[in-house]
């Protein structure tokens, strides 16, 4: 029994051995063919290259436009503006009749209508007035005539500093000392109708209008209160 175990294994392993020999031959001949199949295709791809690209060439002439100087040498024009000039000419608009005639009413129109005309200083005249000093305590001949100096005396540096056409009233009440010396001098805001820039050159006119003439000995007080109105009018 021991010799026949044997025997049955040794039959057994030469089975493997043909069977791995078998196995080994057709992995080889599969290499081989995928090897036969690779280098045929790399024969076709090498016996048929690649076309060559053909480019062709046109003999196509640019487009140059004329300049002007050879326009006038092939018209046989010494002066190349002056037949630029006679083309322009010969191609001016010319207007039908009835636009003509639209043209010369809206001038006739424009013409018609009056424009506003503005006021110059040139075209007005500018006034200066005060009018004569009332005092209820005071009423005599001497006070009317010296108050008329004084008032003469504001009026000339009044109309000097009037340089605008405001217009209004402004009533100034001042001291005068005996010397003909201003003492002080305010505006009655009661009594004013006027802008501010009239108050100012009132103000002013009744200072650069001192020193004033010395009281006369009819008015022997040691001040004289004086209150005049000063009138800014404009006449067109």
Do not use: W
Not at 16 to 36: E, N, P, T
């Amino acid at each position: 029994m021991a010799q026949k175990f044997f025997l049955f294994k040794d039959s057994h392993s030469s089975l493997d051995d043909v069977i791995f020999k078998y196995a080994c031959i057709l992995s080889v001949m599969a290499h081989l063919a995928l090897l036969a199949q690779f280098s045929y295709m790399n024969t076709n791809y090498f016996r048929n290259p690649l076309k060559k690209l053909e480019v062709t060439y046109y003999n196509v002439k640019p487009d140059v436009k004329e300049t002007r100087d050879q326009v006038a040498k092939k018209a046989d024009i010494k002066d190349p503006g002056q037949r630029s000039a006679e083309i322009t000419l010969e191609k001016k608009f010319q207007p039908p009749p009835f636009l003509k005639d639209i043209s010369k009413l809206a001038e006739r129109i424009i013409t018609d209508v009056k424009q506003p005309v503005a006021i110059t200083h040139e075209q007005v005249k500018r006034s200066v007035s005060i009018p004569p000093v009332k005092s209820e305590k005071i009423n005599s001949p001497a006070y009317q005539s010296y108050t008329g100096i004084i008032r003469s005396m504001i009026e000339k540096r009044a109309y000097a500093n009037y340089t605008k056409l405001d217009t209004g009233s402004i009533y100034v009440a001042f001291i005068v000392l005996p010397d003909g010396t201003l003492k002080q001098s305010r505006i009655v805001e009661e009594k004013t109708d006027a802008n501010d820039y009239l108050k100012t050159i009132s103000l002013r006119s009744v200072q650069e209008a001192t020193p004033f003439p010395p009281l006369p000995q009819n008015l022997n007080y040691p001040e004289l209160p004086i209150g005049l109105t000063i009138e800014f009018k404009v006449e067109k």
